[in-house]
């Protein structure tokens, strides 16, 4: 069992708290047990430290929207890799879509991530059940019993959720539970094997499109399908202007609806497809600069819960082909929090949207533990240095996979340390030590 | 390494450079022996992973009548009928030394793909999906320049209009931006679903470089009015089943290219089509088969221009090329 742990001379941000101030942190048992004024705490022999001097402290990093590829895909991503490049984005929640071979549709899979996860490295995974077998949108998957085994939510993402007599039953089973439905809204019929977005820039590339309305008919439809039943409904990874329009009116009249943005759709345009990058091809497709700006509007103001990565690991042989026929999606863990802190450095979020966006919101969405460092909750903490450049690349990638647009960036915030219950997980400065009455005698770092 | 990827980057320089080595080699093409031996010792690969007739055909007997080896590779015969993926194939044919690879695929931007990856061949892009057709567009302009200079006119300044599936047209793509280069109007006919407004966006042919070149018309009689050039295009058979058209009969209704219409709204009009010809569909036999048709010169025209292109991307020759000096 932890002793206590002294976090001392960090500037905490906590949404949760309206605080945005240095303060130091006591944590006893894997619980915050205080927060104080700087140096309010004496170390005392056989207190653990943490020098949080000139670093952000935020509660944990939640991430509702991973893709792990295990069981049945593990040379693009294993449980892992992903936890490793996770903790080392300063995540300690990621939810797992239930994408995987075999899907995640019963207990057993939803078991076996369960377990696996638990051998890793600290980082909570929390699997997503289907909610249609196999997420062909024919069959429900039984609910309640992925709810027994750990699942925290519903999605069939990739796919959207085709029936919608199926989406409205499974909205009913959900409330039971008390759990939302993350829904992928793309109309099919309206994106019709697209590639990028629909627009002037694909009819002179000569790509086929995926019209705006083929998400935003979607997101129309489940929401009014969400208000009959009052159902919780979360909208993964919207990407248009209209998009954010309509969930900020459902918002508006009282639907339990939820949504979450991804960086690479709030920071790149569909002419990141111009010198055809496969990494910059996505499900929704990157939008317009007018699309961007309305996703960063609805970030501060609330509309938008949470920036979610929908890291989506994939094998070069699939990424290296003609564009039609490329792999959606790519990497994001290691990407979201520095992506996101350039937009603080840029005036575009205030520091506490952004904690609040990539931890407190999550968690509120999905009803997880984390997302407050409030007294008495669980000691899940992320440590950034908000001011140290740094470039990401692939010796620092800790994926399986390397497709991202994002290799050679530099940003100006890192992550230099994860606390999961009140255990320092990582630590990349070594600014953890056992206290000891002599200076400078440290003991070994995580 | 010299490739011809698209016209969208070009020049009016390197445009009317190959419309004049066409002419040299549209006189080879006339002689009793159709050959000249200026790429003897020379491979050229056709991979056309697409079916073709007219542009594989073309580009072989272009090849041959400059002595040059050609070797074809089609869809049915190729590996990646096997599942080898675009870019292994191009490899090993590029393994095999070829000086040029000439590839039809049914992705646009197949020939950037094959031009970003392969180091060491030059790349002609013989139909990319419905991205870009850019030998079908030079030989368009060969054969319009031929009939224009006949008639003491120049290749700009004119108005042209094109008619039908421009959304999925490599062709259209290819012809706006040469017209466009050479200050031609341009003026797109067809219904929304396969003329979209959004082709006159700024990220398309409303960017300002085209200085508002380009318009679109609904109405076929209006679109046609005082054209100096009709290209129709081919109505692909299958965009009923996907709803881009009610049926093939309403877009003949409304889209037909007859000579009664090009009689009363552009009476001095010349006509020219891509191939292969719907006839009765998009256009009527007797324009096909009158005298306004260009469509025969078109093909003859094929195999000059594409003579042409395969010397001066395989010998990296931009000027223009005087073949008494070369041979």
Not at chain 1, 275 to 283: E, H, L, V
């Amino acid at each position: 069992m932890n002793s206590s742990l002294l976090l001392s001379g960090g500037h905490l941000v906590d949404p949760s708290l309206g605080v945005d101030e240095k303060r130091d942190l006591l944590i006893e048992d894997g619980l915050v047990r205080e927060i104080t004024q700087p140096g309010a705490i004496k170390a005392h022999r056989g207190v653990e430290l943490f020098d949080a001097s000139g670093l952000l402290v935020t509660p944990g990093l939640i991430d509702l929207h991973v893709h792990l590829r295990e069981p049945g895909e593990e040379w693009k991503e294993t449980i892992r890799s992903g936890c490793d490049a996770a903790l080392a984005g300063g995540y300690t929640t990621i939810c797992a879509m239930p994408n995987t071979k075999p899907v995640n549709d019963n207990q057993n899979v939803t078991r076996f991530i369960m377990e696996r996860t638990a051998q890793i490295n600290g980082v909570r995974v929390v699997p997503i059940g289907a909610v249609s077998k196999a997420l062909q949108g024919k069959e429900m998957a039984p609910l309640s019993e992925l709810y027994l085994a750990g699942c925290r939510a519903f999605s069939d993402d990739g796919e959207p959720v085709w029936h919608s007599g199926l989406l409205r039953r499974a909205l009913e089973w959900a409330k039971l539970l008390d759990v939302p439905i993350a829904c992928h809204e793309e109309d099919k019929h309206l994106s019709c094997a697209g590639c990028m977005n629909e627009g002037d820039l694909s009819l002179r590339l000569g790509l086929k499109g995926m019209p705006a309305v083929a998400e935003e008919a979607m997101i129309a439809r489940d929401i009014e399908i969400a208000r009959s039943v009052k159902g919780k409904i979360h909208i993964c990874h919207v990407s248009t202007a209209r998009g954010v329009e309509l969930i900020r009116r459902a918002k508006n009249d009282g639907v339990l609806i939820t949504c979450e943005v991804t960086p690479h759709h709030l920071v790149l345009t569909e002419e990141a497809v111009l010198n055809y990058d496969t990494n910059a091809k996505m499900s929704p497709p990157l939008r317009k600069l007018e699309d961007c700006e309305a996703l960063l509007a609805g970030l501060s103001d609330g509309t938008i819960d949470a920036i979610a990565s929908d890291h989506a690991p994939h094998h070069l042989d699939n990424k290296q082909i003609e564009f039609s026929k490329a792999s959606f999606g790519i990497l994001g863990l290691q990407t979201n929090m520095p992506i996101t802190f350039d937009l603080v450095a840029r005036g575009k979020l205030s520091r506490q949207q952004a904690v609040a966006a990539l931890s407190t919101m999550p968690a509120k969405s999905f009803k997880l533990e984390g997302g407050s460092l409030a007294r008495g909750k669980v000691a899940d903490i992320t440590l950034i240095d908000p001011k140290r450049r740094w470039s990401f690349n692939q010796e620092i990638n800790r994926s399986l996979s390397l497709n991202s647009p994002f290799f050679g960036r530099e940003y100006s915030a890192q992550v230099l340390g994860v606390i999961i219950s009140g255990s320092v997980k990582y630590d990349l400065d070594r600014r953890y030590a056992l206290f000891s009455d002599k200076k400078g005698e440290d003991a070994g770092a995580a | 390494m010299k490739h011809l990827l698209g016209l969208e980057h070009s020049t009016r320089d390197e445009i009317f450079s190959y419309i004049e080595n066409t002419k040299t080699f549209v006189e080879v093409s006339t002689r009793e022996l159709k050959k000249v031996p200026s790429l003897r010792g020379k491979t050229i690969i056709n991979l056309f992973l697409e079916p073709s007739t007219r542009t594989r055909a073309s580009f072989e007997i272009a090849g041959k009548r400059l002595s040059a080896d050609v070797i074809n590779v089609g869809s049915s015969d190729s590996s990646t009928q096997k599942g080898e993926t675009l870019l292994d194939t191009a490899r090993t044919l590029q393994a095999m030394t070829p000086d040029a690879l000439v590839i039809r695929h049914k992705e646009s931007r197949a020939a950037h793909f094959l031009a970003k990856w392969l180091k060491n061949t030059a790349i002609i892009n013989g139909g990319d999906g419905m991205n870009e057709h850019p030998t079908q567009a030079l030989l368009d302009l060969a054969t319009l320049n031929s009939y224009f200079e006949e008639a003491h006119r120049s290749l700009t300044g004119l108005k042209i209009a094109i008619v039908g599936d421009i959304l999925h047209s490599r062709v259209a793509r290819s012809n706006v931006w040469a017209h466009t280069l050479l200050g031609n109007q341009v003026t797109l006919i067809g219904p929304e679903s396969l003329v979209p407004d959004q082709l006159l966006g700024k990220n398309c042919f409303g960017a300002p470089r085209l200085n508002g070149l380009v318009k679109i018309e609904r109405s076929l009689k209006a679109g046609l009015k005082d054209a100096d050039v009709v290209m129709v295009l081919r109505m692909q058979l299958e965009r009923q089943s996907e709803f881009f058209v009610p049926s093939l009969q309403e877009y003949t209704d409304n889209f037909c290219v007859s000579e009664d219409i090009l009689k009363e709204v552009a009476p001095r009009c010349v006509v020219l089509h891509p191939g292969p010809v719907n006839r009765g569909l998009e256009i009527t036999s007797q324009v096909v088969d009158g005298p306004r048709s260009l469509v025969e010169r078109q093909v003859n025209f094929g195999v000059a221009l594409r003579m042409a292109v395969l010397f001066n991307v395989i010998t990296h020759r931009e000027q223009h090329f005087s073949l008494g000096a070369s041979l």
